[in-house]
């Protein structure tokens, strides 16, 4: 499954601090600033209040409107790390899409 989610203040064996939920087996996607992020979760697990579960579509939406705000950017032709362009929204779909398809 798909979740949007914000990281909870819990204690694990490592100590107490900001984690994802317990639900997330792969998190830490996509952010965005209203503090939410994207994981995936097998289900093992209940979803916890902060988490919402998103369809591919509903997540391809999520991820071109903070595009349109704050665009996701890709390294540019020279490789160099101040060589950063701005992605298409075509490149936004598909960089989801390869995402959705590697969960």
């Known amino acids: 499954m ?12 490592a100590g107490t601090g900001l984690t994802a ?5 792969d998190g830490g996607y996509f952010p965005d600033t209203d503090n939410t992020l994207i994981g995936y979760s097998d289900g093992t697990v209940p979803l916890c209040a902060s988490c919402t579960e998103l369809t591919p579509a509903e997540l391809e939406t999520r991820q071109l409107g903070i595009h349109a705000v704050t665009p996701m950017m890709k390294q540019g032709a020279t490789l160099d790390d101040d060589d950063r362009i701005e992605m298409t929204a075509t490149e936004v779909s598909t960089r989801v899409q390869a995402w959705v398809t590697s969960k």
Do not use: G
Not at 21 to 25: F, G, H, L, R
């Open 2 to 13: 798909i979740i949007k989610y914000q990281l909870e203040n819990r204690t694990i064996p």
């Open 21 to 25: 939920p317990e639900c997330i087996n």
